[in-house]
Nanobody, 126 residues
Framework: VQLQASGGGVVQAGGSLRLSCAAS????????MGWFRQAPGKEREFVGV????????YYGDSVKGRFTLSKDNAKNTGYLQMDRLEPEDTAVYYC????????????????????WGQGTLVTVSS
């Protein structure tokens, strides 16, 4: 499986961006697509996850209410809509896939994700 993340860029605080993650190599039934981010000098942080079979979502506390996950089954692509962006959201964003079907909290651990995209940089200016 290969993941291709795109959509990063520079945006002003309060603005929006939508990241995409296209998966190739297989269909995503029974997978969960996650998003993590890593800011300069900081540890990698869980952003959110969407379970492909039923569309269930779960978000990290720092983005809850501002970020929204969605998916397009036909395109094998997941999306991360980021609204009301803050300078603290500046980071490299990675999309991932986890092969296990589990409760949503399971996916907050990055070691439980089997495939990683290359990352896309989001910069939020104040």
């Amino acid at each position: 499986v290969q993941l291709q993340a795109s959509g990063g860029g520079v945006v002003q605080a309060g603005g929006s961006l939508r990241l995409s993650c296209a998966a190739s190599g297989r269909t995503l039934n029974n997978y969960a697509m996650g998003w993590f981010r890593q800011a300069p000098g900081k540890e990698r942080e869980f952003v959110g996850v969407i379970r492909w079979n039923d569309g269930a979502t779960y978000y990290g506390d720092s983005v809850k209410g501002r970020f929204t996950l969605s998916k397009d089954n036909a395109k094998n692509t997941g999306y991360l809509q980021m609204d009301r962006l803050e300078p603290e959201d500046t980071a490299v964003y990675y999309c991932t896939l986890s092969r296990r079907y589990s409760g949503m909290y399971y996916y907050t651990d990055q070691s439980r994700h089997d495939y990683w995209g290359q990352g896309t940089l989001v910069t939020v200016s104040s």
